[in-house]
DNA sequence: CACGAAACAGAAAAGGGTTTCGGTCTTTTC
DNA sequence: GAAAAGACCGAAACCCTTTTCTGTTTCGTG
């Protein structure tokens, strides 16, 4: 008996045998543990007993196969890897959680192939919904259009404008970065960014070029381009303080960039915040955090982004309308010493 | 017909639409879409067709009913914030992937009744197997030990001797450290490490003591714990540069104390790796790479360890004995600029 | 005591797929 | 030409739970 199912374990208990312990039918057994009224007080009592003997958990999936509903919901992710995608899976998990939807995760390692291999066993798995992850801001191919379920992408919108996509807004982001430093009495503003093929930096380029102009300033010099790294800002920022020496604040693309800003500008022994103000963008807490000073940055706020589409795909469940094309999650701005010098 | 099931999307096809279309029976449709001999060429690709033209895919929940197997495996996680959780997801998501197991994905934040609820929850959704992920290699309370299903426990082991858990092997670690300094040529070697209630801090001490006690020497001064921060690795770093100042390494607990000693070395004119060495753990890619130098580090190999739990929760399924006790997975050793100059 | 009304228990169907078994139709062989 | 063999298809059972509907018992009341 012992290794049948698995070493040391049992088989799940089933309704029927708890109904045959407790001398009733499944039936009986069933509305007994239901709560149901039709159970007289001592015939419930003894199945109760059966089932905690047992120690019995009902079949969710036989229970679905009757609703028509499994209560799970497929999270399809490019990039596990990626910083970003974990913040939303937990906010997403999270809000499902309250309910009783399980997740599926699944990682398609940025490949297409793998993609819709993953979709196609989500579906035979009959999930409720699906939410699908990207690992950049930039549009992806969409899923399919007639799918049986609900979808959601978050991060990545897709490409179809009847699809319903939630995104961080960059440009507020950009917006939000520009007008604190402005704040902060700077005007003499540089900006550092990563990869320029990413939506995210041209985004931020565009909000924050936008508030420059609304307080009547420009940028000092060209924006610069080039990888998302601690490197990349260290030798940008080198650069910068070389041409331009009376800069007093770098507006960097990403809290990496951004700690490569603070190394280079107190190699040079340029103060921050006195001389140079320094801002990221992503509050990336171990970025930002173990920084001399540190860093003041811009949080996208993914997991929120990540409760906002696990709340759609319950409200379409429920019959909602779905919604449609591309919606922005409003960014944060977390003050720290790398603007403010503290007191 | 539209928006019956949702906005825009039909209801999933069920094989007895398509057994109707093909004008067979669904025993038959099904022996056709399953390759079985006994129906005629003409028949079948009638059915396959039907079933392509609805976009059919089998109900799995349905399938699994039958078979008594789901094909499915809960991934239970104390703290999917925290780094180590992720490579492990990643492996074991690999290795399921390339069978045709989905992982159910649970994060109990660190809260026990959370946690009971979701094992439940995973039960009643009769999974095949768990995984159970910790964020500490501490030891944690088990599950249960009759669970009705294999049970792997990793990064943090179980406190009962009869579970399977699989662990990094610090203690190991802690060795090929010391030893790769020793090889450099280091002989006065200081340690500062994290919290001291980590066993993780505590193991890699006792390898790094048992390798410096092989080769005939002595940590220079005392363990210094603290935290785990880039803070407490400048700190701690400074001090040591003053009591000491002729200690040519330091060995650091975490990749991001390391990067805090490389700061105050750079600081205090001190060359990394010329005067003094440095080598982390953990081997963080983000933290390893864009430090100056870039990090030596002690690579725990996570994504093997969650590969390997996977496969035997694999090789349980398939009746093999599960196997019980403490499993290690030996670490490995990255060389970067921090220990070894560059030509 | 008899009748109606509750109260309670159980049989059966449903949900989607697979499999076994039995039946029909065609083909071969003597 | 008849019997045996094979090829092919379909009815029904099964997995586990819920729900509806029917049947039985008990109780209260006239």
């Given at each position: 008996?012992?290794?049948?199912?698995h070493?040391?374990g049992?088989?799940?208990v089933?309704?029927?045998?708890?109904?045959r312990?407790?001398?009733?039918?499944?039936?009986t057994?069933?509305?007994?543990?239901?709560?149901?009224?039709?159970?007289a007080?001592r015939t419930?009592?003894?199945?109760?007993?059966?089932?905690e003997?047992?120690s019995?958990?009902?079949?969710?999936?036989?229970?679905g196969?009757?609703?028509?509903r499994t209560g799970?919901?497929?999270?399809?992710?490019?990039?596990?890897?990626g910083?970003?995608?974990?913040p939303?899976?937990?906010g997403?998990?999270?809000?499902?959680?309250?309910?009783?939807?399980?997740?599926?995760?699944?990682d398609?390692?940025g490949?297409t192939?793998?993609?819709?291999?993953?979709?196609?066993?989500?579906?035979?798995?009959?999930?409720d919904?699906?939410?699908?992850?990207?690992s950049?801001?930039?549009?992806?191919?969409?899923?399919?259009?007639?799918l049986?379920?609900?979808?959601?992408?978050v991060?990545?919108?897709?490409d179809?404008?009847?699809?319903?996509?939630?995104?961080p807004?960059?440009?507020?982001?950009g917006r939000?970065?520009?007008?604190?430093?402005?704040?902060?009495?700077r005007?003499?503003?540089?900006?550092v960014t990563?990869?320029?093929?990413?939506?995210?930096?041209q985004?931020?380029?565009?909000?924050?070029l936008?508030?420059?102009?609304?307080?009547?300033l420009?940028?000092v010099?060209e924006?610069?381009?080039?990888?998302?790294?601690?490197r990349?800002?260290?030798?940008?920022?080198?650069?910068l303080l070389?041409?331009?020496?009376?800069?007093?604040?770098?507006?960097?693309g990403?809290?990496?960039?951004?700690?490569g800003?603070?190394?280079?500008?107190?190699?040079?022994?340029?103060?921050?915040?006195?001389?140079i103000?320094?801002?990221g963008f992503d509050?990336?807490?171990e970025?930002?955090?173990?920084?001399?000073p540190?860093?003041?940055?811009?949080?996208?706020?993914?997991?929120?982004?990540?409760?906002?589409?696990?709340?759609?795909?319950?409200?379409?469940?429920?019959?909602e309308?779905?919604?449609?094309?591309v919606?922005?999650?409003?960014?944060?701005l977390v003050?720290?010493?790398?603007?403010?010098?503290?007191?």
């Amino acid at each position: 008996m012992a290794g049948k199912d698995h070493v040391g374990g049992r088989k799940a208990v089933t309704l029927t045998e708890v109904a045959r312990l407790a001398g009733v039918s499944v039936a009986t057994a069933s509305k007994a543990l239901n709560g149901r009224s039709q159970v007289a007080a001592r015939t419930r009592a003894r199945v109760l007993q059966a089932a905690e003997q047992l120690s019995f958990v009902p079949n969710t999936l036989a229970q679905g196969l009757l609703v028509g509903r499994t209560g799970t919901v497929g999270l399809l992710t490019s990039d596990l890897q990626g910083r970003f995608v974990i913040p939303i899976l937990m906010g997403a998990e999270d809000a499902f959680g309250a309910g009783r939807v399980n997740v599926f995760l699944c990682d398609a390692r940025g490949d297409t192939i793998r993609e819709q291999h993953q979709l196609k066993a989500l579906l035979s798995r009959r999930v409720d919904g699906l939410i699908v992850v990207g690992s950049r801001t930039d549009s992806r191919p969409s899923v399919g259009h007639d799918l049986p379920v609900p979808v959601v992408y978050v991060y990545a919108p897709s490409d179809d404008p009847e699809d319903l996509s939630l995104v961080p807004d960059n440009v507020a982001a950009g917006r939000l970065a520009v007008e604190h430093l402005i704040s902060c009495g700077r005007s003499r503003i540089a900006h550092v960014t990563g990869d320029p093929s990413y939506a995210a930096a041209q985004d931020r380029v565009t909000g924050a070029l936008a508030a420059l102009d609304a307080a009547g300033l420009e940028l000092v010099g060209e924006v610069m381009y080039s990888e998302w790294s601690e490197r990349w800002g260290r030798d940008a920022t080198a650069v910068l303080l070389e041409r331009y020496p009376d800069i007093d604040a770098v507006l960097c693309g990403s809290d990496q960039i951004a700690r490569g800003a603070l190394d280079t500008a107190r190699d040079q022994g340029r103060k921050v915040p006195g001389d140079i103000a320094v801002i990221g963008f992503d509050n990336w807490d171990e970025m930002v955090t173990n920084s001399r000073p540190e860093l003041t940055s811009i949080d996208p706020n993914l997991q929120l982004l990540g409760r906002s589409a696990a709340q759609r795909v319950f409200a379409a469940l429920d019959g909602e309308e779905m919604g449609k094309g591309v919606h922005t999650q409003a960014p944060r701005l977390v003050i720290r010493g790398s603007t403010v010098a503290r007191r």
